[in-house]
């Protein structure tokens, strides 16, 4: 499956993104989807995970509250909306896809986008 994130950007905190990840190649729903991100110097830190329904859905602690992922499988999507950004939420986003739930260890996904910037601005 090949995966392509957009919707990143430089936004003021406080402030709002809806980020994309448009999948092709495959049978959508059979992929479970989840993103990444990755700010400078740090590792690879796993955000949040959905099953290929939708229907199951899974944070890390520091994601709960203001991140939520969903995914539209008419249109091959997966998204992550970010409410009330602050700067330390500056990193490249990836999605992520596998046939089996998305691990949080990134060593063990199988398919990655190329990422998407986003930058905010106190």
């Known amino acids: 499956v090949q995966l392509q994130a957009s919707g990143g950007g430089l936004v003021q905190a406080g402030g709002s993104l809806r980020l994309s990840c448009q999948a092709s190649?495959?049978?959508?729903?059979?992929?479970?989807m989840g993103w990444f991100r990755q700010a400078p110097g740090k590792e690879r830190e796993f955000v949040s995970g959905i099953s290929g329904s939708g229907g199951n859905t899974y944070y890390a602690d520091s994601a709960k509250g203001r991140f939520t992922i969903s995914r539209d499988n008419t249109k091959n999507t997966v998204y992550l909306q970010i409410n009330s950004l602050k700067p330390e939420d500056t990193a490249v986003y990836y999605c992520a896809a596998d046939r089996e739930r998305v691990s949080r260890i990134a060593s063990r996904v199988n398919y990655w986008g190329q990422g998407t910037l986003v930058t905010v601005s106190s």
């Open positions: 190649g495959r049978t959508f729903s059979n992929y479970n």
